[in-house]
């Protein structure tokens, strides 16, 4: 660094995003078959982008809301909640966030004191390992049991805790590898979080988008974790909202208000133009959200298809969940999947993410993204197979 210039430990101990550097030289090839951005291309639904005119018409997103979320969101997602997960909940139990990301950030921040320890699945989001380090806690990456469709290790888990882990976070379905963890696995880290007294934060975004006759299980849906789980949703999946940044999150009321502190914080409030399009998509009809889960279901299978047909390039598992798929790279080349990644872009004009983003168990993967068209799929296979079939 230039004499002068400072940059805190907690931020320049964060490497730079894998992800976000794959886009960006993506940007620089004309024509490429993307298949790296977890970002529906199917565009929000009518009605919802209908309801944002017409708060913005009637001039009721000028100002700031409640820093919780406008009451009327807030009720929506309690009848919600109830109705989708089997969640009890309050208003004054919910907190509307910059989407699922922002209600993690908080939640972490509430919860973690400097050095703390927080367990994470691997492979997992990296802004999830991010966040626990911003938070000057201590992330422990525990590798899933990739030969199990990425099952939980409980042996693993186990012998993890100190008595210094205060929290453990957890995606599912799973970003990137689709995989789901079961209501059994579930339950048996319910009964850990209970015993040793730590707090589960979930990320639940793909909730809506589980395959194969599986069914979506919320930790909060147990009576026992009152206190102990801390549970992330957002709107920006279920209804092709990346760009509104809106999501929420239940707690107990008596966390409710110290993960505010942060929220205020990080945000203020969530975007109130946004609000009242989450407001739309929750009391509008739901046949987009049965629409989507068909089309990503198509497309899962179409791209394990296109896999199966380059098994001398791939191993994977069949995604039970998400819009999203982790195939192994057999090419001796591929153990560095950074430079697999940059090499099929500039090769082949095909645009994925490198399995290290999600942690060092992400090593020698990628993750494909099959929210796209068929003819996205296609074409990227078919470059594929130009280059390694």
Partial sequence: MKDGIRISKRVSQIPKSAIHEMTRL??????????????????????????AID?????LVGGY?????????????????????NVEADVSQILVTVGAIEGLSAAVMATIDPGDEVLLFTPTYSTHIQQVRMASGKPVLIPT??????????????????????????????????????????????????????????????????????????????????????????????YAMTGW??????????????????????AICAPVVSQ????????????????????YLAARNLMCERLDDLNSVFA???????????????????????????NLLQKGKVSTTPGIAFGPGGEGHLRLSFCVSFDEINKAFDRIKTLYG
């Fill in 316 to 342: 994977y598992h069949k995604p039970a969940g998400s819009y999203l798929m982790f195939p192994r790279i057999l090419l001796e080349e591929g153990q560095d999947s950074m430079t697999f990644c940059k």
């Fill in 55 to 59: 708060a913005i018409s009637t001039g």
């Fill in 145 to 238: 049991i990739e030969q199990k469709g990425y099952a939980l290790d409980f042996d693993a888990v186990k012998n993890a805790i100190t008595p210094m882990t205060r929290a453990i976070i957890c995606c599912s379905p799973n970003n990137p590898t689709g995989s789901i963890f079961s209501e059994k696995e579930l339950r048996k880290l319910a009964a850990l979080a209970l015993k040793y007294n730590l707090t589960i934060i979930t990320d639940e975004a793909y909730e809506y988008f589980l395959y194969d006759d599986l069914h979506h299980f919320s930790l909060a849906s147990i009576p026992e974790m009152k206190g102990h789980v801390i549970s992330c949703y957002t709107f920006t999946k279920t």
């Fill in 65 to 85: 809301s409640e820093n919780a979320g406008i009451v009327p969101l807030r009720e929506a997602i309690v009848r919600k909640l109830k109705r989708d997960n």
């Fill in 276 to 295: 009242y399009a989450a407001l739309a998509a929750l009391e509008g009809p739901q046949d987009c959200v049965a629409e989507f889960r068909d089309h």
């Fill in 26 to 51: 993506s940007k620089q090839i004309d024509d490429v078959a993307f298949l790296s951005w977890a970002k529906p291309t199917s565009g929000t639904p009518k009605h919802i982008r209908e309801a």
């Fill in 245 to 266: 940044r809106i999501g929420y999150l239940h707690a107990d009321e008596v966390l409710i208000p110290q993960i505010a502190k942060a929220h205020i914080t990080f």
